[in-house]
């Protein structure tokens, strides 16, 4: 039986992340049994077979907390044992070295990259509402979602990874960003799959299915 540790780091409800990956499994029925837990507890977060850190809010007030309360070194241990880990929104921004949001403040470092601010006067910002993924190549993540597909987005920074190859998936918003990002176990989403509708829980299934199949994908 495999559990999914949800880390809350205090930004955004993490409620809602629970409430749809139970909603997932109980629709599933391979992943009966799959236990997922909130928490805020390092040592719970390294036993965890996987890992989905969602949030919203400041970017650096997220990686202090997560610093200051042991959760940074728990996410960087789990994820280097190979562990399969889902940030969601400001839970993948947080996966790169640093962010531009109000200063310049360091990330955790597992992507290369770094968080920038949508030029100011091209769109609204933030970005509010559905907005498409352009697939750039296949990733288990998107199995059974169609190129094309519309999720929910709200953010004023996007992603900028020094990799070309760690995109999955881009959006145009005033300019293209990377809004799907993959390395090895480390996945990161812009757009909230917790608010899509049947797309965002067939991402939520598909992750789901890659941390009980033992991080395989």
């Known amino acids: 039986m495999a559990t999914i540790a949800v880390i809350n780091s205090q930004a955004g409800n993490v409620r809602s992340m629970e409430k749809a990956l139970r909603y997932v499994i109980a629709q599933v029925p391979e992943l009966s049994g ?7 507890e390092p040592a719970q977060v390294v036993r965890a077979d996987a890992l989905i ?13 997560l610093r200051e309360n042991g959760l940074a070194d728990a996410i960087v241990s789990a994820v280097q044992q190979g562990k399969p880990y889902l940030g969601v929104c400001l839970g993948m921004q947080v996966l790169f070295q640093e962010s531009e949001e109000m200063g310049s403040w360091p990330g955790l470092a597992l992507l290369p990259g770094t968080v920038r601010r949508f030029p100011v006067g091209i769109l609204h910002v933030p970005q509010i509402g559905w907005n498409q993924l352009r697939q750039q190549h296949a990733d288990p993540l998107l199995a059974g979602i169609p190129d094309g597909a519309y999720l929910y987005f709200v953010h004023s920074y996007y992603c900028a990874p020094a990799e070309p190859t760690d995109v999955v998936a881009t959006t145009e918003y005033g300019l293209e960003y990377a809004s799907l990002v993959r390395r090895d176990n480390i996945w990161g989403i812009q757009p909230h799959p917790e608010k899509s509708q049947w797309v965002g829980l067939r991402i939520l299934r598909n992750f789901l299915q890659i941390a009980t199949a033992g991080g395989d994908a």
């Not at 799959?34 to 805020?40: A, F, G, P, V």
């Open 53 to 65: 850190l969602p949030g919203v809010g400041a970017f650096g007030e997220v990686m202090q907390y």
């Open 34 to 40: 799959t236990k997922i837990i909130l928490s805020e």
